[in-house]
T-cell receptor, first 114, second 110 residues
Framework: DQQVKQNSPSLSVQEGRISILNCDYT??????FLWYKKYPAEGPTFLIS?????DKNEDGRFTVFLNKSAKHLSLHIVPSQPGDSAVYFC?????????????FGQGTELSVKP | NAGVTQTPKFQVLKTGQSMTLQCAQD?????MYWYRQDPGMGLRLIYY???????DKGEVPNGYNVSRLNKREFSLRLESAAPSQTSVYFC?????????FGPGTRLTVT
């Protein structure tokens, strides 16, 4: 039972355009969501997060949107750059979740073409 | 400040062999985690340690054991390696909400 799903395994975008990565979750007890970026042969690095009390969080070119009623979050990258090419994972956690465990989606591989 | 370090980076084992993956963090974090990453599966939690002296099973604990040696170090042991344990293993420690990951260990079991 996949509680966090990223239904698009890959996404290709032209440099300078917007990249939109999507994530769905099933557990309504999740109240904190994170996005990680992973380059080949490296560990995931934290990118941006959002609490369930917000519907939007912005950090430079990266914005995360949360739609709690739809149990959906998205990551927008504007403008996209070739260096953004990586695998992006969304993750979810909750206050009920002892130990601060994160549940990860399967990942979306973003390719930004020059 | 090295963050989270893991050793070794690469390892090849034969079926039935044992090994220990080492992890250390220098951020004074209480919680530490072991994940495995397989194609199309995302990151799956093997074991975690919410604080020094405690360990708990995650989603895929079978075939693994862990030791929280002290606040800094959290090791993962494969007692009798199987081909199904071929994977990339990541250790992480937790700050406020986010987790910080090490560079990973690529393990192949033949």
């Amino acid at each position: 039972d996949q509680q966090v799903k990223q239904n698009s395994p890959s996404l290709s975008v032209q440099e300078g355009r917007i990249s939109i990565l999507n994530c769905d979750y099933t557990n309504s007890m999740f109240d904190y969501f994170l996005w990680y970026k992973k380059y080949p042969a490296e560990g995931p690095t934290f990118l941006i997060s959002i609490s369930s009390i917000k519907d939007k969080n912005e950090d430079g070119r990266f914005t995360v949107f949360l739609n709690k009623s739809a149990k959906h979050l998205s990551l927008h990258i504007v403008p996209s750059q070739p260096g953004d090419s990586a695998v992006y994972f969304c993750a979810a956690s909750g206050l009920y979740n002892q130990g601060g465990k994160l549940i990860f989606g399967q990942g979306t591989e973003l390719s930004v073409k020059p | 400040n090295a963050g989270v370090t893991q050793t070794p980076k690469f390892q090849v084992l034969k079926t039935g062999q044992s090994m220990t993956l080492q992890c250390a963090q220098d951020m004074n974090h209480n919680s530490m985690y072991w994940y495995r990453q397989d194609p199309g599966m995302g990151l799956r939690l093997i074991y975690y340690s919410a604080s020094e002296g405690t360990t708990d099973k995650g989603e895929v604990p079978n075939g693994y054991n862990v030791s929280r040696l002290n606040k800094r170090e959290f090791s993962l042991r494969l007692e009798s390696a199987a081909p199904s344990q071929t994977s990339v293993y990541f250790c992480a420690s937790r700050g406020a909400w986010e987790q910080y990951f090490g560079p990973g260990t690529r393990l192949t079991v033949t």
